[in-house]
């Protein structure tokens, strides 16, 4: 079959590769939809976290067609979306809930295992409702391939734990500040701040539920118009309560931490390429919690109830759908943020 396959820095293919083969507690699913990620395109441009021969892909829905043997509960037929990552289930992190921080270095899927962007996948070690998840009535497969963002987003959201009545700033608007937002109008947050130069996204960011979107061009210190632009509470705290830094942009995490209040936090969800030098007398003098969010562990099935109540819009992210040989298309117009949000491949 085909697939899309690294084969080094801005140089993807597609390439003949063999069919996955079935083991007893595995299954097969026919992919419809995966999405092009923050991270695939992070591979791409400076080969980040995967090696030349790579296949691939990890958002992802479609129809299980091959069960193993050993597999209970999930049938051919079922329309599934499909939690990328393995771990072992016994080392501390993952008999303490923390899985997605497993000690035990496994291959993903699309990082060490191959990927969906390929007209068929084998997901290991197949567990209904741990990493393989049935798709409810009235969610589509596009919004199946989206339910691994926004659980990236709903476990950062989780982490910093806002309550209704907070400021927060969302630094970027890409398809996973995007999704922050509306998991934090889920949440109850009405006053969001969001940063993107980007025109469109940042017109997409309003409709999604942001109060106002800055696009960082302003004579001021970007800290300073977030603050103002949270309101007078936030101005007589010293600061927005949360912020959310999911563009990898360096300057942004400074300028997030110099918007929190004292007390505060800051959230790091994005992949950043450099180190980025930071002003530690403000992490100190203000107490701010600083922590990364890294991927999720069981957001899955809570994404998916939030997307069958109808909460979650996760249709305007998608701006456009290519064919597995049209991959390449895909990567570069999602590197142009005014192209659009999120582009998918249809592998068959």
Do not use: W
């Amino acid at each position: 079959m085909q697939a899309v396959v690294f084969d080094g820095i801005e140089q993807i293919r597609v390439a003949e590769v063999p069919e996955p083969e079935c083991g007893p507690e595995d299954v097969i699913v026919d992919v419809v939809l995966c999405g092009i990620c923050g991270s695939d395109l992070a591979s791409y441009r400076r080969g980040a976290l995967i090696g030349p021969g790579q296949v691939m892909g990890h958002e992802f829905a479609g129809t299980v067609s091959t069960v193993g043997a050993r597999v209970e509960g999930i049938e051919i037929g079922d329309r599934v979306t499909v939690n990328p990552l393995s771990h072992c289930g016994r080392c501390r992190q993952c008999r303490t809930g923390h899985a997605q921080l497993c000690l035990a270095g496994l291959p993903h899927v699309g990082y060490g295992l191959p990927g969906a962007f390929a007209p068929r996948v084998r997901v290991p070690r197949a567990r209904l409702g741990a990493n393989v998840h049935v798709l409810p009535d009235g969610v589509d497969f596009e919004a199946g391939a989206l339910v691994e963002p926004y659980a990236v987003a709903l476990h950062a959201v989780k982490l910093s734990a806002p309550d209704p009545h907070c400021s927060v700033a969302v630094l970027g608007m890409g398809p996973i500040g995007l999704a922050v937002t509306q998991v934090l109008r889920a949440h109850g947050v009405t006053n969001i701040v969001g940063v993107e130069r980007s025109a469109l996204r940042g017109d997409l960011a309003c409709k999604l539920g942001a109060t106002v979107v800055l696009d960082g061009a302003g004579a001021r210190p970007l800290a300073e118009e977030i603050v103002d632009a949270a309101g007078p509470v936030a101005a007589a705290l010293g600061g927005v309560d949360h912020v959310f830094e999911t563009s990898g942009v360096g300057a942004l995490l400074e300028a997030g931490i110099a918007a929190a209040r004292p007390g505060g936090t800051v959230r790091v969800v994005a992949l950043h390429a450099q180190p980025v030098p930071l002003d530690a007398g403000a992490l100190v003098g203000k107490e701010i919690t600083l922590g990364g969010s890294n991927c999720y562990h069981d957001e899955f099935a809570e994404v998916l109830e939030l997307m069958r109540q109808g909460v979650l819009a996760t249709s305007p992210l998608v701006s456009g759908v290519v064919a597995l040989e049209d991959a390449l298309t895909g990567f570069l117009a999602q590197l142009d943020p005014e192209r659009g949000v999120k582009y998918m491949v249809r592998p068959a």
